[in-house]
């Protein structure tokens, strides 16, 4: 942002030399590029961040100079005198994209006169670094540069049916722009238009169709309100970047339209003549502005900085920066922010504002406090659990993002979350869902390993899930998800082997269950102490083709906050056994329909205090036992803390387990 010197002080008294403002600038905040001088004036290059719109013009700077050398700020009135024929009576403004553009306000001068601007004109133009087209213009380039309000002028008898459409371009509408190239637009591109044709890229340039000529003689006037993401992706779309786009961008204060309008009607009669039509138009009309309070406490001044600061002092920049102090007392004082300061939300931000104006360099430098390591959350230590157990086995962490496509989302969506949550998210407008699973996300993942070579990536992400509620908002869910080619069973190991590092009291539980998505009778819900947990699943092939992978896989989705509720706060050690354990192994024959956590709680229930492990050794599908049926190996360890057991009593257990299966679950031990 380059400012000039004299211009600045026209709207306030300033003693010191540019290059000691430029460094009082520089120390609250607006960084200093250089400093070159232009005849009798003075460029300076300045360094605005994106929160600082404000300064984006030369009032803007002058307010900053006024609060920093305690100056009245001087802002012209921008007085017009408008003749009695109303703006409505000969022309009209649509405003059919208010998403795109909130507010347009049109004024109308009818009779002007275009020619070279004067010669003062001309100067604080050129020290600006733009060059002079003719009086109209280089007023509308005028006041952009001294208010950061963007304006156009259209030579009004070039405008088919004398109207003005605000509306998205058709698809491939051209438009020749003022530099002299043609433009292809699309349908997510916001326009000014005639009755007839695109007179403008809106926000970012006009055309040459509607453009002011030397047989001009009479303009509308156009000051407006862009939203910023619209601006950004259509400069973006067409490589094409101005001054304007630059501050639409970056958001304007719409409260300044119709100064911003005025104040360039005011000179272009000053230097073209004219007259002004009454009643401008405003579509829509601009709402009643209700500025945002905030209050500061005089006392978390110093408590924040470090450095004492009055209350008197506080109120003192608060006031010179434009703020209006509604209510006070010893403690605090609540302040009316000014609508061009909307970085000004917070308490804490009145007191950067105070520190900026007051001065970064007064607070003196201290020691660095000593450091101690903070303990690790329970949150922190059974990510570092989960990341420790699947790390062990071979997979690999990934992270995806948070956004994904509808498609993405509705292509897996076993427990069908609806609705889906949506968002303007303008940078990847097709992934524009909040995702309801993890699942969809790593599935893409392993899609993109296996295209690049890397069959069977085991991948797993903790990560966080959105659900719609059912009033206004979302609900938010740490999930652990996972992907991976190897079989059901071997997943439900992982996670069975996960929940019994986390605590010894949970137990695992799998109900089979008919998920969208999942292979008959391949999928289960998880249950921890008979709470739902997650789910676990096969892909069905249909799912798998429409991920476009090659090989079967298996997925799984668990919540994390279960496992951070029951993490153990410590390890408790085991004492080693002093007597030998007896293996022995049982292979039932079962219906399908009987399932592991069955049979291996009938089998513990059954072996009583002396069984002191069960495994899953494995199962058996196929013609020779018959459709419908299937076999488990079991491995059972007996074990006594008081005595070496017998194999008379082995086998006594042995039989009462066989026994209690046939009963129960009509197991046939093969």
């Known amino acids: 942002m380059i400012v000039s010197w004299n211009w600045l002080r026209d709207y306030v008294s300033l003693e010191c030399t540019p290059r000691q403002a430029a460094e009082r600038l520089m120390m609250s905040g607006l960084n200093l590029e250089e400093i070159q ?39 012209p009135e921008a007085r017009i005198e408008p003749v ?3 703006t409505a009576t000969i022309t009209s403004v649509e405003n059919r994209c208010p998403d795109h553009c909130a507010h ?82 699309d349908n997510q591109t ?60 970056r958001g304007i204060n719409r409260q300044q339209l119709d100064w911003a309008s005025r104040r360039c009607c005011e000179l272009i009669v000053q230097l073209a003549g004219g007259e002004i039509l009454n009643d401008p138009i405003t579509v829509p009309p601009l709402p009643e502005h209700v500025p945002v309070q905030v209050t500061l406490r005089f006392a978390s001044v110093p408590r924040l900085l470090g450095i004492p600061v009055s209350p008197a002092e506080s109120r003192g920049i608060l006031k010179n920066l434009g703020l209006v102090e509604i209510a006070a007392d010893d403690r605090q004082a609540t302040y009316q922010i000014p609508s061009w300061r909307a970085d000004l939300p917070r308490e804490v931000d009145l007191i950067e504002e105070v520190a900026r104006i007051h001065g970064y360099e007064k607070i003196s430098e201290n020691d660095a406090p000593r450091v ?58 097709r992934e524009n869902v909040l995702r309801p699973s993890l699942i969809p996300s790593l599935l893409v993942s392993r899609r993109a390993n296996e295209r690049t070579g890397t069959a069977n990536a085991r991948l797993y992400e ?68 008979d709470l739902f947990w997650g789910w676990l699943g096969e892909l069905d092939r249909n799912v798998s ?70 495994a899953y050794a494995g199962q058996y599908r196929g013609e020779k036992i018959g459709v419908g049926k299937k076999t488990y190996l079991a491995r059972a360890a007996f074990r006594s803390d008081e005595r070496t057991l017998t194999g008379e009593e082995v086998d006594t257990l042995h039989k009462q387990i066989v026994t209690a299966c046939e009963q129960k679950l009509s197991a046939i031990l093969r």
């Open 104 to 185: 347009y306000t049109a004024r109308i001068i009818r009779g002007v006169k275009v020619g070279p601007s004067p010669d003062w004109l001309k100067h604080r133009l050129e020290c600006l670094g733009l060059r002079s087209v003719n009086n109209v213009v280089d007023v509308t380039n005028y006041v952009l540069m001294e208010c950061g309000q963007p304006l156009h002028a259209f030579d009004f008898q070039k405008l088919s049916g004398q109207r003005i459409v605000v509306r998205l371009a058709k698809p491939g509408e051209k438009i020749l722009a003022i530099d002299g190239r043609e433009y292809e637009l």
């Open 190 to 249: 916001c326009v000014i238009a005639d009755a007839e044709r695109p007179a403008a890229i809106a926000g970012v340039m006009g055309g040459q169709l509607s453009e002011v000529t030397e047989q001009t003689t009479d303009l509308l006037i156009e000051a407006a309100q862009f939203a910023p993401l619209s601006v950004r992706r259509t400069a973006r779309k067409l490589s094409l970047f101005s001054d304007s786009s630059f501050r639409f961008e």
């Open 372 to 429: 101690t390591a903070a303990q690790k959350s329970k949150l922190d230590r059974t990510t570092d659990l989960v990341h420790r157990v699947f790390n062990a086995q071979g997979y690999f962490e990934a992270m995806t993002l948070t956004f994904t496509s509808e498609e993405e989302s509705q292509s897996f969506n076993p427990r069908r979350v609806d609705p889906l949550l949506r968002v303007d998210h303008s940078s990847r407008r």
């Open 462 to 529: 903790i990560a966080r899930v959105f659900t719609a509620l059912s009033t206004r908002g979302a609900a938010q869910s740490l999930m652990i998800g996972t992907v991976t080619g190897d079989d059901f069973l071997s997943l439900k190991g992982l996670l069975e082997q996960l929940v019994g590092e986390v605590s010894r009291d949970l137990e695992l539980t799998a109900h089979p269950c008919d998920y969208a998505g999942f292979a008959a009778g391949r999928g289960a819900e998880l249950y921890l102490n």
């Open 37 to 75: 001088a232009c005849g009798d004036d003075f460029a300076i290059d300045l360094e605005v961040t994106s929160n600082r719109a404000d300064c984006l013009g030369q009032i803007g700077v002058a307010r900053e100079l006024s609060a920093l050398f305690h100056q009245p700020l001087r802002i």
């Open 545 to 614: 083709d429409r991920f476009d992978l090659k090989d079967a896989v298996t997925v799984a989705e668990v919540d994390l906050d279960p496992l951070v509720q029951h993490l153990e706060q410590a390890p408790q050690l085991q004492r080693i056994p002093q007597f030998p354990a007896i293996e022995r192994d049982f292979n039932f024959l079962l219906e399908e329909r009987i399932t592991w956590q069955e049979l291996a709680g009938t089998i513990t229930s059954a072996g009583g205090e002396l069984l002191r492990n069960l």
């Open 84 to 86: 009695a024929t109303a």
